[in-house]
């Protein structure tokens, strides 16, 4: 048996899986499976983005999490044998993925930002970042099925082909899972995506309160831009949401224009910016490692630089 | 009274690894730490004890070089230490780090809940807590950025793509947490002192049921590159001006 | 011959470093223009057993070692120089001269609290008559029943107008010389005892130094430190180990000097290439790297001595002559490599240089560590 199975959370991460596993099922000459768990009416949908055949699980009730199809889902897996597994590299996946290789007790490629087949038409070699972003890694599972995640926007979304016919197949229903969700606390602001903006202007701890950020807003606006942040931003200071963290464990740009202010340079958020066309940088540390890894640099403090460049660009 | 264990890894400190000249990685004047993310799990065990009562044990996978890391942990305040050492510890991947744990905490620790890092800052794979869970076979909840431990089951906040879930799980029950979830304590002197008198279990290779075989296998590691122009304006009027210039030769203002 | 430490004295060092990057580093530049004491670090300092490393678990230390202190200040010293010298001459001086001349109540009253962090203790023996010349003092201690009362102007105390708990030097016999100096501990707010002029600083700002002025300040006699006319020998037990305490600022500030210079160097581009790739600048950081070794060295032995319980005088004055001259003239260097960067304000360096100079001048300037030393080689 073999087969190339793609799982994600919804759609979007569903079509962009789609691509990279068209591609691969095709020069493999196999079998392109996507499960299925959301709305089911996906399922041709995803048919006619290049997907042979669907798995549909069944609707999990309010207080579970999709955690409960681990067990159904490696169940099938044994079963079918498929050659490779690639899921959405979100929170929920990539719990899911670790679980789900541990049962099939294969090897899995986290946060893969690249993928190949190598010469043999069978081995994938997966790349990833490791040491902050410092070094790319590069593997290969010694057991089927090869696994990997996949952070979104690593793949484009699959196009529709009209007429493609494929197979829907239903899997039984999980036992429940002994995690139950009591309850589930929307997010409060819904955040821009700026992994496509062309200008990201992106804060850092340099920003010392809150309200300081509307300074950062405004040389974003007079550049026609986005605003991004750094980790601690996000995650010590709450000031911006999680969508807006640049880096290793948040999103990765490429803008055309980078400016950040007030950011140190460390490579876990360097490496989220490395494919910016032009890289600025303002701090007040002319020792900073940001200025290493930047085209142009500031060396002073945003809050006279910034104000400056509003002016500038304004003109 | 919950027992607790921690797991942490002991890791070469990303800050010191050098570029060398071919693109090779240079690790000649690295220094380790205990993972970033880990101190925040042994800080929320450490918390819930002190809350809760009961007894952290820390444990970690390691090459004996790993030592060094142990006291580190301790003065941190869990009340032991599990140091799974082997030469062969050096570069295992998370499949057989999570099947060690497994192995070692299933036979030989009590415990009613595990504290994972969300990922380590090396590889950050970000499978060992999950995969420990599986093999395990307890509940696992990851991400989580606010636990408390509610009688005989945990309530964890988890963050999520969309938002924030609270969750609940029975013990025994595994956890991994986000940097969010707390500050970790800068050791003081007498934590560290006290760090050297608390209990370290060796385990070796031998102890363990069997032998884990890798399933991934890294083929390279190669630095990653990053050339720009580095140029640097000071903030005088003129250098505003020669930045701004500088932006629109580049063509990217519009 | 062991050049290793011991995996607590790394430990303890590698938290003080990330102490000092998390809490001083970021203050130290504001607190030198502010000439501002730190109380939220020293508050930090002392929940973290910062304050009394040294000191016996018992009296309210952390129960380590000498050389721990050391590791301590020098890892301070290597963000705020200042900082590291109010907690060495803290621990150093006013606990130490307790620890090791105090009886049992002075210790359970006075060097519990200083070695919790909880009050801060202030050395006072400098008059403005009385520098190097120790016996030319004036200040007097007259036993009136059951109080003594002192009487006389002292200067220079560090922790003046901040400390809690003050080791005052004064005269009970003058006619009996040597052996007529006694030590007194007095705490803050007793009448009689005042802050007088608060003085502005060329470096070492943010530790404040100021006048003490002591009129008819009357202590009762258990205050009275050890016995009588043991003053002297306390002092200069005192600077023994204060002095460590000296040597182990200068290595930070050294090591600091060293650090910028490394950086800078490296990034600063003239006539086509890093200056470092000069010959000229590369030996400046070759030497001041040597002499930051030679300096940690002489200044760990000296520890290293007096946690092995032998006399370690002579060693202690030679690593805070050597290690206070080095840090003066590589704080100049490192000043250098700066260029005209390394002159104006908010550059480390100029700090450094600034801070540097005063370890060649209290606890004993150069020339009073070359009188001890050569006091004893020529014995
Ligand atoms: C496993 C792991 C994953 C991580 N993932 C990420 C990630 O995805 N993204 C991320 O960003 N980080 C990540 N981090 C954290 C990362 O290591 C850094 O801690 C973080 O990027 C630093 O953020 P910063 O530059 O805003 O803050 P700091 O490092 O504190 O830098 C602040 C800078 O501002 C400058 N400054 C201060 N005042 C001014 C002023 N007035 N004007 C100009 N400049 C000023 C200072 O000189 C300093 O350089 C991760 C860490 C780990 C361990
Ligand atoms: C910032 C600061 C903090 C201080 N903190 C304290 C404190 O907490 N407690 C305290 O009691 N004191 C303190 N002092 C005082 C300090 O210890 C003295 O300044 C020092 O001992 C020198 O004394 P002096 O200033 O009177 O100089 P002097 O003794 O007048 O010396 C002037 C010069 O003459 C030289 N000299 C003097 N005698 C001889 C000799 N016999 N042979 C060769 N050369 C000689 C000296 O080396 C020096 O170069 C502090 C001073 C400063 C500036």
């Known amino acids: 048996m073999a087969g190339a199975w793609i799982i994600a959370d919804n759609r979007e991460q569903t079509l962009e899986l789609l691509t990279i596993g068209r591609e691969l099922a095709t020069t493999m000459g196999t079998k392109l499976t996507a499960l299925l768990w959301q709305d089911q009416e996906l399922a041709d949908d995803y048919i006619s983005h290049g997907a042979d055949e669907i798995l549909l699980l069944p609707p999990l009730p309010e207080d579970q999490p999709p955690g409960a199809y681990i067990p159904v889902i490696a169940d099938e897996a044994q079963k079918k044998d498929p050659d490779i597994i690639l899921m959405a590299s979100t929170v929920r996946g990539k719990e899911m993925a670790a679980r789900i290789a541990t049962r099939l007790n294969t090897g899995l490629c986290s946060n893969c930002i690249a993928l190949n087949l190598g010469e043999d038409g069978k081995t994938v070699e997966m790349e990833r970042l490791v040491f902050g972003g410092t070094a790319v890694q590069k593997v290969t599972c010694t057991v089927r099925p090869a696994m990997a995640t996949i952070p979104l926007k690593t793949f484009e979304p699959a196009v529709k082909q009209e007429g493609r016919q494929g197979d829907i197949r239903e899997l039984p229903a999980p036992a429940p899972s002994p995690v139950k969700i009591l309850e589930r606390k929307p997010r409060e602001t819904e955040a821009k995506d700026i992994s496509e903006s062309r200008i990201v202007v992106c804060v850092g701890r340099g920003i010392e309160k809150e309200e300081d950020l509307a300074l950062a807003r405004k040389l974003a606006h007079a550049l026609g831009g986005e605003i991004g942040c750094t980790r601690p931003i996000s995650e010590e200071n709450h000031w911006l949401p999680e969508e807006l963290c640049i880096g290793i464990s948040g999103i990765s740009v490429k803008p055309d224009l980078y400016i950040g202010l007030g950011i140190s340079g460390q490579v876990q958020h360097v490496t989220g910016i490395r494919d910016a066309k032009v890289i600025c940088a303002v701090n007040t540390d002319e020792n900073a490692p940001i200025f290493a890894a930047a085209d142009y640099g500031i060396v002073g403090n945003l809050y006279d630089v910034v104000p400056k460049l509003i002016e500038a660009f304004k003109t | 009274m919950p027992n607790i264990v921690v797991c942490f890894k002991w890791v070469i400190d990303e800050a010191y690894i050098r570029r060398g000249s071919s693109g090779e990685l240079d690790f000649s004047s690295v220094s380790y730490k205990i993972s970033d993310y880990d101190r925040n799990a042994i800080e929320e065990a450490v918390r819930l004890r002190n809350e809760s009562g009961g007894r952290v044990a820390a444990v970690t996978v390691g090459s004996p070089e790993a030592t060094k890391g142990l006291k580190d942990a301790l003065s941190r305040g869990p009340d032991q230490a599990y140091f799974i050492n082997d030469a062969s510890f050096e570069n295992i991947e998370p499949s057989q780090t999570s099947a060690i744990l497994a192995d070692v905490i299933g036979s030989k620790i009590e415990y009613d809940l595990i504290i994972c890092g969300e990922g380590s800052s090396d590889l950050y794979t970000q499978q060992v807590g999950p995969r420990l869970a599986e093999r395990l076979g307890i509940p696992c909840i990851s991400f989580v950025l606010k636990l408390t431990i509610d009688g005989n089951h945990i309530i964890a906040e988890r963050k999520v793509e969309d938002g924030v879930e609270v969750t609940a799980a029975p013990m025994p029950v595994l956890v991994t947490v986000l940097p969010d979830i707390n500050t970790p304590r800068i050791p003081g002197v007498k934590d560290t002192l006290m760090a050297s008198k608390k209990e370290v279990v060796n385990i070796a290779k031998d102890d363990l049921a069997q032998t884990y075989e890798p399933t991934l296998q890294t083929t390279a590691m190669t630095a990653a590159s990053m050339e720009r122009r580095c140029v640097k304006f000071g903030a005088e009027p003129g250098d505003i001006a020669g930045f701004v210039e500088a932006l629109e030769k580049e063509g990217v203002l519009r | ?379």
Request: with cysteine.
């Open chain 3, 1 to 379: 011959m062991d050049f290793k430490l011991t995996e607590e004295q790394e430990l303890i060092r590698q938290n003080m470093r990330e102490f000092a990057e998390k809490y001083v580093d970021p203050i130290a530049s504001e607190i030198d223009e502010n000439s501002r004491h730190p109380v939220e670090v020293f508050q930090k300092l002392a929940e973290g057993d910062w304050m009394g490393i040294p000191i016996p678990a018992e009296y309210g230390g952390a129960g380590a070692d000498y050389l721990t202190h050391a590791l301590v200040v020098e890892e301070l010293s290597r963000s705020c120089s200042s900082t590291g010298f109010t907690l060495s001459i803290h621990v150093g001086i006013a606990c130490m001269l307790v620890l090791m001349f105090g009886d049992e109540d002075q210790k359970k009253k006075y060097l519990v609290p200083m070695a919790t962090g909880e009050k801060l203790g202030a050395f006072v023996l400098t008059e403005p008559g009385a520098g190097t010349d120790v016996m030319a003092a004036t200040t007097t201690a007259v036993l009136d029943g059951d109080e003594y009362v002192i009487n006389g102007t002292k200067t220079f105390t560090s922790n003046g107008p901040t400390g809690d708990t003050y080791f005052v030097f004064a005269w009970t016999d003058k006619e009996a010389g040597r052996k007529g100096m006694s030590a007194f501990i007095v705490p803050k707010e007793t009448p009689g005892m005042q802050a007088g002029t608060h003085f502005q600083k060329m470096g070492l700002r943010s530790s404040q130094t100021s006048e003490m002025l002591f009129k008819d300040c009357r202590v009762p006699k258990e205050n009275l430190l050890g016995q009588e006319g043991r003053g002297l020998v306390m002092a200069m037990t005192g600077f023994d180990h204060g002095r460590i305490g000296i040597s182990a600022q200068s290595v930070g500030i050294i090591q600091a000097a060293l650090d910028e210079s490394i950086k800078w160097s490296k990034e600063r581009v003239q006539f086509g290439k890093p200056i470092s790739r000069q010959q000229a600048i590369a030996w400046m950081i070759a030497d001041m790297a040597t002499d930051l070794d030679a300096a940690r060295f002489l200044t760990y032995r000296a520890a290293w001595l007096k946690d092995q319980g032998v006399n370690f005088s002579k060693e202690a004055a030679m690593a805070k002559l050597f290690a206070a001259e080095a840090a003066m003239k590589h704080t100049i260097k490192a000043v250098q490599i700066h260029g005209g960067y390394g002159y104006v304000k908010g550059a480390k360096v100029e700090r450094l240089m600034r801070d540097a100079k005063i370890t060649e001048i209290y606890e004993g300037t150069s020339e009073a560590q070359r009188m001890v030393i050569s006091g004893t080689v020529l014995r």
